[in-house]
């Protein structure tokens, strides 16, 4: 039984189905393997005792013929959604005993569907960061070194620990959130899939705000089948988020089975840009061929406004966490430092409070919202948000979907572009531009770097059009046949 | 315009966050660096593009306007550092 966190999602679901094991059984070779990699600091919080007697209780609904989609499937929730009578972080000082007497609609149909929580994964603090190194709980090490060199890499953020999970074999899928690229990055950095679905797919309530007009959940899997399946899941309207999509959600598994023949996948050539090294070039043609081969016919494309779509990030998503962050205020929840008055209480709370990435987005999104700066700055970003948007609603009117790199580079190490936020920034190059329009993305983890680390490949949708994009994924999953591994795998001799 | 200590200082008052009087200049420093990063999108002309209001092409739906959940004090106050008689405790406001 101990090889039992090897399988695929969909493997697991097939094998409780045919009686092969138990979601007991499953779930406890997950918490040996989690026990066995801490090293990786990949969860906040272990919720051992709570996921075996979910395990239990979903044994018996399975018994009783009472199997949902997801049911006894054990799986790590990004310590960024609300879970009932479970300590919530979002891997920050600031809410330090937070314990939420609610839980996110994203999680509940998760537990409806008849998932087992393992625990809450680490992030860079509210989601802030590309490499999960700005965590008040330490950062967490990707499972993924490079070749003959120990050196810890990061997991790329700020989903990192789910994503480490995933890899490393902890739990068969993971929740993540993405508001820049805080799915796809990850999951490129670690060899997984990352799915960011449609804004307004997956309901926001009940997950801690960072950006509202950017953020999503979205599943983290080793396979396109298991994302599909668990975005299926985690999908659908929900009155209490008055910006979730009130339409069907489609049956994402059956999408796979598409194919790409006819398909037109467009190729942005702003997408290639300056200072990209050969070895991503040549994976993201190599990606060209596989589909080319698959049947589906690549055209170029050109979105104009892509080199202005980080700054208008950086503009757009500080503001909007300088506005949902000032709920932390040392009165409802979390720390509190005391002080003379009311005012000082809330500032002591606050500088200690928060790290300085948070500290840093909270002022510039201050700034650039204060009086006298709003129509230069917060004005001018959604003007070009308009533009960036209009760039790609013209690119879907000739193709279907669209074809490019995660991320400009493999995993780095901890440590490294920490002293220069702009180059922590670059991480999100490709992944941004999506988000700010709103649309579906999805990274496929689709080759090795030079010196044996993963890296993605990904595609972009028209809103509401995952099942095109599932689609294409599928196709760019099969032909890569990606199947290395991770060096720190539970379970492979660690 | 450049973005001075003295900047930093009123920003950070106005966003309650205390900032030690030693990190402010480095702060500074990292702000108008990311600040002068972004001001390149003044170069492109904008006069006649409308700001974007909304991501996707929805319209925000209606609902009644009637209570729909509601009667969980305890639970509210519940994660409180301090309360008092079923309230939020805070340091006095007023002398």
């Known amino acids: ?337 005391e002080g003379g008055t009311l005012q000082e209480m809330y500032e002591n709370t606050r500088g200690e409070g928060f790290g300085d990435e948070v500290t840093r987005r909270i002022l510039i999104g201050t700034y650039v919202l204060s009086a006298g700066y709003y129509d230069a700055y917060y004005l001018k970003a959604q003007k070009l948000r308009t533009l960036i948007s209009r760039d790609f609603r013209e690119a879907f009117a000739k193709v279907d979907v669209l074809l490019t790199p995660t991320a400009p580079s493999p995993a780095f190490a901890i440590g490294e572009k920490m002293d220069d936020p702009i180059a922590m920034y670059l991480n999100d190059v490709f992944t941004v531009p999506a988000s700010l329009a709103g649309l579906p993305g999805v990274s496929v983890p689709a080759g090795l770097s030079g010196d044996g680390l993963p890296e993605g490949l990904q595609l972009i949708a028209r809103p509401f059009d995952e099942e095109t994009m599932f689609a294409a994924a599928r196709a760019l999953e099969e032909a890569a046949d990606f199947n290395a591994e991770p060096a720190l795998m539970a379970g492979a001799g660690s | 315009m450049p973005l001075d200590k003295a900047t930093v200082a009123r920003i950070a008052t106005l966003a309650r966050i205390r900032v030690p009087e030693g990190e402010l200049e480095g702060l500074a420093a990292e702000m108008e660096k990311i600040i002068g990063w972004v001001e390149q999108l003044d170069e492109v002309n904008t006069d006649e593009v409308p700001p974007m209001a909304s991501v996707v092409d929805v319209d925000l739906p209606w609902r009644a306007d009637k209570v729909s959940d509601g009667d969980c004090r305890d639970k509210v106050l519940a994660n409180a550092p301090d309360k008092a008689e079923g309230f939020f405790a805070v340091p006095k406001v007023i002398e």
């Open chain 1, 1 to 337: 039984m101990n090889e039992l966190n090897r399988l695929t999602m969909a493997q697991a679901r097939d094998g409780l189905a045919q009686g092969e094991f138990t979601s007991v059984e499953l779930t406890q070779a997950h918490i040996t393997a989690l026990e066995s990699s801490r090293e990786l600091n990949s969860f906040v919080t272990e919720t051992p005792e709570q996921a075996l007697a979910a395990a239990k209780d979903s044994d018996v609904r399975r018994g009783k013929g009472e199997a949902g989609s997801m049911e006894g499937l054990p799986i790590a929730i990004k310590d960024l959604f609300c879970t009932e009578g479970v300590l919530t972080t979002a891997s920050s000082h600031i809410l330090d005993g937070f314990t939420p007497h609610y839980e996110s609609t994203v999680t509940a149909n998760l537990w409806r569907a008849g998932a087992v929580m393992l625990g809450k994964t680490n992030l860079d603090e509210f989601a802030m960061g590309s490499a999960t190194v700005s965590s008040y709980y330490g950062p967490t090490v990707n499972p993924w070194q490079r070749q003959g060199d120990d050196k810890p890499l990061v997991p790329g953020g700020s989903s990192g620990g789910s994503a480490a999970a995933v890899a490393a074999r902890l739990a068969l899928g993971a929740t993540g959130t993405d508001t820049g690229g805080s799915i796809r990055q990850p999951a490129s950095f670690c060899g997984i899939v990352g799915v960011k679905p449609t804004y307004g797919r997956c309901s926001r309530w009940g997950i801690v705000a960072f950006a509202s007009s950017l953020d999503q959940a979205g599943p983290m899997t080793r396979t396109v089948r298991d994302g599909a399946m668990m975005l299926g899941a985690m999908a659908g309207h929900d009155a209490k988020d008055s910006t979730s999509a009130d339409r069907p959600v489609p049956d994402f598994e059956a999408a796979l089975e598409k194919g790409v023949k006819g398909l037109k996948v467009g190729i942005p050539e702003e997408y290639q840009m300056e200072g990209m090294s050969a070895e991503l070039l040549a994976l993201w043609d190599q990606g060209k061929e596989w589909l080319t081969a698959a049947g589906a016919e690549m055209v170029p494309v050109s979105l104009p406004h892509t080199k202005y779509a980080l700054p208008t990030y950086y503009i757009v998503a500080p503001a909007e966490a300088s506005s949902n962050l000032a709920r932390y205020d040392g009165v409802r929840y979390g720390l509190r430092v």
